[in-house]
């Protein structure tokens, strides 16, 4: 997705709805889901930036990176970068490494 229309068509996903948080506005709620978000991808040496609040960037150690539309859309690009199935659920078993 370009640019341009990571600002104009991103944010129609229920993922990027905010629940009310004392004292946070919706901006400050998408950098606390994308700090969330990088505590999971660190690991595998990708990170997750908010990108003018409408959509996300994720980027990786070689200097590639893509925007994103939604939260969901995060895990599928974090995936095709890494070349393998990403479960977070499965992170921090004992038989579960990051690669």
């Known amino acids: 997705m370009c640019g341009m229309c990571g600002l104009l068509g991103g944010g129609n996903h229920w993922s990027n709805t905010t629940a009310p948080i004392a004292g946070a506005n919706a901006r400050r709620q998408r950098l606390i889901q994308a700090a969330l978000a ?21 980027s990786s ?19 095709r970068m890494l070349g393998h199935p990403l479960d977070p659920l499965t992170l921090y078993t004992d038989d579960a490494e990051p690669s």
């Open 38 to 58: 990088n505590r999971v991808l660190v690991p595998f040496r990708l990170k997750l930036d908010d990108f003018h609040g409408q959509s996300f960037v994720l």
């Open 61 to 79: 150690p070689t200097g590639a990176s893509e925007l994103v539309s939604d939260f969901a859309q995060v895990w599928r690009v974090a995936e």
